[in-house]
């Protein structure tokens, strides 16, 4: 059996999933984090209805 190790994410930026442009800002943001070499991404967070920009960190 595999193990991997345990992944913390760092929030960068916060935007509401009601917005009319739906996940757009928050993928033109993680683009331009990318763009400055911060691996971003997106991810949805159903709980409080937003999308979140993050980064993983892998810790040991």
Excluded: N
């Excluded at 442009?21 to 400055?36: D, L, T």
């Excluded at 709980?47 to 980064?55: A, E, G, I, P």
Aim: zero cysteines.
């Amino acid at each position: 059996m595999a193990m991997t190790s345990p992944q913390a994410r760092t929030v960068l930026e916060r935007f509401p999933a009601g917005a009319p442009r739906g996940s757009w800002p928050a993928e033109k943001y993680a683009a331009a984090q990318r763009a400055q070499g911060i691996s971003a991404h997106v991810v949805m967070d159903l709980h409080t209805d937003q999308f979140l920009v993050v980064t993983d960190t892998t810790t040991e």
